[in-house]
């Protein structure tokens, strides 16, 4: 996202997340579920409560999607949780030299209003940063790193500011304690790869937020899937607001199955139209009626093969000539049936398994 010196101006992805990460239960399930440390157990997460921001200055960026969240450790002691929610798509150098300083004004404000610990020090501080970008994070995670090595002991003056990276494309989410964890859903459908990916995950949601007690948080996730989500898969459309999270359930499915209808009538009009070329073009060498009986099938057949051999490739990766060759030998009705498959089977494997 691009930085200036004006005030930050939050994206709609911004607020959604800002929306999603001020639910109690979504904060709970991702240090639970991301943070594998062994202070987390110790969290009293009954504890967890908001902190106001507002202590930024007006002489910094006054940012609209920073969040504070504190819970008790070890039964008795604050830990403030800084979210840092920058949910950037490319790396940012400079992100812990932003994190000492936000870290750093949250201290002033702690001090000038006397929230100290029962020995009159300040409390620990875990910042987070949360990437969902397609690269993976190079960036420093650490002050030092960004700070010219000297020698000496004039290196044990150079500060140091760590902070724990989230890096969702490298996450793994199909762990059995996951399957309950609201963090989890939220990666899922941030990674997701097609509209039927992302439809799994968001059946699975509206299951798990029936219950009354997640209203805010359904609230919460139906905003971002409109504002973010929506606007990914279906760019070209203009998709209504959504009044429940019940409605974002069915409008996507109605998308996906359109999606399915316009695959099997460009494969038909393809198809088709290959073959009357191929079959043109080869009808003026052998003779127009023989030519043009044959092409028109070795072209329909060759589209067959091209769209087969397309669609499987975006559904599961780059072919070895081994699999080419094994599509190319399939007859018409299996070329049918292999494109109906591609919507179910998990793998290259499972797709060409007899029936």
Known sequence: MPKNNTDFIATPHDHCYKLLFSQQVLVRDLLRGFVPEDWVGQLDFDTLEKVSTEYVSHELLRRSNDLVWRLRLNGDKWLYVYVMLEFQSSNDRWMALRLMTYTGLLYQDLARNHQLTDDGKLPPVFPIVIHNGLTPWRSPLDLSELIEQVPGHLSGYTPKMKYFLLDESAQLTDRPEQRENFAADLIDLECSKSSEDALKVVKRLGVKLRQLEHQPLAEAFKAWIQAVL??????????????????????????????????????????????????????????????????????????????????????????????????????????????????????????????
């Open 230 to 355: 929506v606007k990914r898969l279906f760019p070209a459309e203009n998709i209504p607001q959504f009044d429940s999270f019940e409605e974002v359930t069915t409008v996507l499915e109605e998308r996906v199955d359109q999606w399915r209808e316009d695959i099997q009538r460009d494969a038909k009009r393809k198809g088709l139209e290959q073959g009357l070329e191929q079959g043109l073009e080869q009808g003026l060498e052998q003779g127009l009626e023989q030519g043009l009986e044959q092409g028109l099938e070795q072209g329909r057949r060759s589209a067959r093969i091209e769209l087969l051999t397309q669609l499987t490739e975006q559904r599961f990766g780059p072919l070895s000539v081994m699999q080419r060759e094994q599509l190319a030998e399939f007859d018409q009705r299996q070329h049918e049936m292999l494109i109906t498959r591609l919507f179910t089977a998990e793998s290259f494997e499972e797709l060409v398994a007899p029936a």
